[in-house]
Nanobody
Framework: QVQLVQSGGGLVQPGGSLRLSCAAS????????VGWFRQAPGKEREGVSC????????AYADSVKGRFTISRDNAKNAVYLQMNSLKPDDTAVYYC??????????????????WGRGTQVTVSS
């Protein structure tokens, strides 16, 4: 079955850390760029980060730059999002998605071939 399986969300206190995982099943994720998105209640889905397939170049939204790190392990067919110094504003459902065109304009949701089902991240004391 072709899908992206997400894990790693949860509840964390402000200033804490979480690592999200996005594992591919049924296809080689190494041939795809992967983006992470998030959607808070009442807000539009926004692009958070992206990593290319060709050279592992990365991109980040200004709101997470310096706090979040995207990485990939092609041997495990997976991409990760390490989130540090979390803030209440980071609370959202996080989604990973895979595309064949790269990370230019990654923040737009069109053009992605596969989407994960989302994982909840809640930052609260």
């Amino acid at each position: 079955q072709v899908q992206l399986v997400q894990s790693g969300g949860g509840l964390v206190q402000p200033g804490g850390s979480l690592r999200l995982s996005c594992a591919a099943s049924g296809f080689a994720l190494g041939h795809y760029a992967v983006g992470w998105f998030r959607q808070a209640p009442g807000k539009e889905r926004e692009g958070v980060s992206c990593i290319t397939d060709r050279d592992g170049s990365t991109a980040y939204a200004d709101s997470v730059k310096g706090r979040f790190t995207i990485s990939r392990d092609n041997a495990k067919n997976a991409v990760y999002l390490q989130m540090n110094s979390l803030k209440p504003d980071d609370t959202a459902v996080y989604y990973c998605a895979a595309n064949r065109y790269g990370c230019d304009a990654y923040e737009y949701t069109v053009g992605y071939d596969y989407w994960g089902r989302g994982t909840q991240v809640t930052v609260s004391s």
